[in-house]
């Protein structure tokens, strides 16, 4: 699956609209009968995230910290795809300006003793 700065961006978006729909929905996702809204969201959450930015070993503990009661309202979802996408999401270095043109073979330096300076 190719990675691309769209897919990375889109999945660090919805980690972090994810994690802030769970804490400020707090009462619809807490324990009890509605625990299953909770349960759902992750697990479509950890498919998502694995569709965009393809499986990584951040999602295991994201996605059990988030069956957790109260561990869940860390911004697991959005530490674990910051952390699977770190290298990927930087901007890529520009190759020096004359990386395409070919280098001169040069000699190692001459060093010359104290007394001598020609060349």
């Known amino acids: 699956m190719e990675q691309t700065r769209r897919r990375i961006l889109a ?4 980690a972090v609209v994810a994690d802030a729909v769970q804490v400020g929905l707090l009462p619809l996702f ?3 009968a509605a625990s ?3 349960d759902v969201l992750d697990t479509v959450i950890a498919v998502v995230m ?5 499986w990584h070993w951040a999602f295991v503990p994201a996605f059990l910290a988030e069956l957790v009661p ?8 959005t530490l ?13 270095p520009r ?15 001459r060093f010359l003793p104290p007394g001598d300076r020609s060349s």
Request: net charge positive; aromatic share 6%; hydrophobic share 45%.
């Open 11 to 14: 999945a660090r978006i919805l």
């Open 30 to 32: 807490a324990e009890g």
């Open 36 to 38: 299953i809204v909770n």
């Open 50 to 54: 694995v569709v965009l930015v393809g």
């Open 70 to 77: 109260v561990v869940d309202l860390a911004p697991t979802w």
């Open 80 to 92: 674990a795809v910051f952390f699977a996408t770190r290298r990927r999401g930087a901007a890529s």
């Open 95 to 109: 190759p020096p300006a004359n990386a395409g043109s070919p280098q001169p073979e040069s000699s190692p330096p």
